[in-house]
């Protein structure tokens, strides 16, 4: 790599990113509707039985207490939470979304392990093809220690579209500025670190049974939602 090494910023993917954020607020808006048809169930039948008119009035409130509390955290959590990430020669910069960094991991902050073969690679929460990746490294703990740290790209919220060559990316810049660290074998493989271009990503069968299973949930969610509003008119 004798050019500069080049700045990565993280891409967000909207159509994807808009269509979760609208799954979960569909979600509350059928839970508030549900809230509200119960109410009106409960308070036309509540002379027949006052100790069952009791159970579900609290039962509604602690219902409505934790849509409350689903609605707060969504709105003011997703704030403080990671939105972006920049990958440039001193390591990657993760951003919040008032553009405030949050967290940094330098290659020079990089250690070498002192029980493990390598001292980076790419490890996965789950044995399928598909599972969650992190990337794993070693750096000095507050007391001088060297322990295991895991760098996610997976984002809360958000869902990026340039997730692999982010990995890769930070991964290229650990064989540039720290090729004393020895990266694992299978990762330099996955993500063709050998090689000057990463390999083009094609959609298999796992992007489109997940298509498909998201559209099956939203259109549920707004068959359900229409079937309530019909049943309280």
């Known amino acids: 790599m004798t050019e500069k090494f080049r700045i990565l910023e993280s891409k967000i993917n909207k159509p994807f990113t808009y269509f979760i954020t609208g799954i979960i607020w569909l979600s509350i808006i059928l839970i508030v509707a549900v809230i509200g048809s119960v109410f009106d169930i409960i308070f036309k039948r509540w002379k027949d039985n006052i100790g069952i008119f009791i159970i579900l009035l609290i039962a509604q409130l602690l ?6 509390a689903l609605i707060m955290s969504f709105i003011y ?7 972006k990430v920049i990958i440039d020669e001193k390591g990657a910069a993760f951003y919040n979304s008032r553009n405030h960094i949050v967290d940094t991991i330098l290659y020079s902050e990089l250690q070498h392990s002192n029980s493990s073969s390598a001292d980076v690679y790419v490890h996965s929460t789950q044995t399928v093809k598909y599972g969650k990746i992190t990337l794993m490294v070693f750096l000095s703990g507050k007391t001088g220690e060297v322990i295991l740290k895991n760098i996610d790209f997976n984002f809360e919220y958000v869902i990026l579209s340039n997730q692999y060559e982010l990995y890769r990316h930070f991964l290229k810049g650990v064989q540039h500025f720290r090729p004393d660290l020895k990266i694992g074998r299978q990762t330099i493989d996955q993500y063709s670190l050998n090689t000057e271009r990463p390999p083009a990503h094609e959609w298999g069968t796992f992007e489109y049974v997940m298509i498909t299973f998201f559209l099956l949930i ?15 008119v």
């Open 63 to 68: 219902l409505i207490c934790c849509c409350i």
């Open 77 to 83: 959590r997703r704030k403080q939470k990671i939105r």
């Open 218 to 232: 939203v259109s549920g969610v707004i068959y359900a939602f229409i079937v309530i509003i019909k049943t309280l």
